[in-house]
């Protein structure tokens, strides 16, 4: 499942493509994804306009066209947006194309169909509780030591599953919430009401080397991850604990080990983390 750090190179790939370029088409396949294709706004909306900018807010990606309205994509479980060449053979699950000026396409793609493709209009109809509660982005000035600290008072669920929740901070899957934890030092499973202000300044340290790093990388590819133009990304090779159980921590070289916390698998080295 793509995290924050996938979307956002799957972005930085669009930005460059997309941005100037018109939509002279929308050519539907499939209305239906977990929500069904706005095919009015869409064909009202998007075909014909120039796009100005693609932005990402947590895990979706914004498609702003000139006339204000914005494309809204997320991914889900198995969403994949490529931009190819216009006469690619299509490809099973290709649910939405997109025909761009200069013979290219970008085409949304998804097996499980999970995802979405919204369209919210400049005044912002059927965009009304979108981003309703979505926590700060890990990399914005407000996901500071201070508002971490706040939000896990008096709280017992382990820090773990707070920092996946998106209310707390947007688009911290499994993955990088492993990763930061054992970056910070901090032990998965510790309630989140006993961490103190030092740690959460790593913490929110650790979130933020983590994702950037990995954005770096172009992202984790466990299984099938890849950016617009269909490269795969390498940080699963830099994973300090996520997959690793029973394998050396590369810090102290205890073994790595695997639990489970709310039905997801928390890996952390007894060694590094308290
Ligand atoms: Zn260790």
Redesign the pocket.
Known sequence: MPELPEVEVIRRGLASTLTGRRITRVVIQNRRLRLPLPRGRLKGWVEGGEVTSVSRRAKYLLITMESGARLVIHLGMSGRLAVVTAGTPPRDHDHVRFVLDGGLELRFNDARRFGSVQVVTPEGGDGAGLFAGVGPEPFSRAFSATYLLARTRERKRPIKNLLMDGTVVAGIGNIYANEALFVAGIDPVRPAGELDRDDCRRLVRGCRQVLERAIACGGTTISDFVNSSGVAGSFQCELQVYGRDGEG?R????PIRRRVLAGRAAYS?P??QR
């Open positions: 921590c810090r102290c070289g205890s080295c060694g590094c």
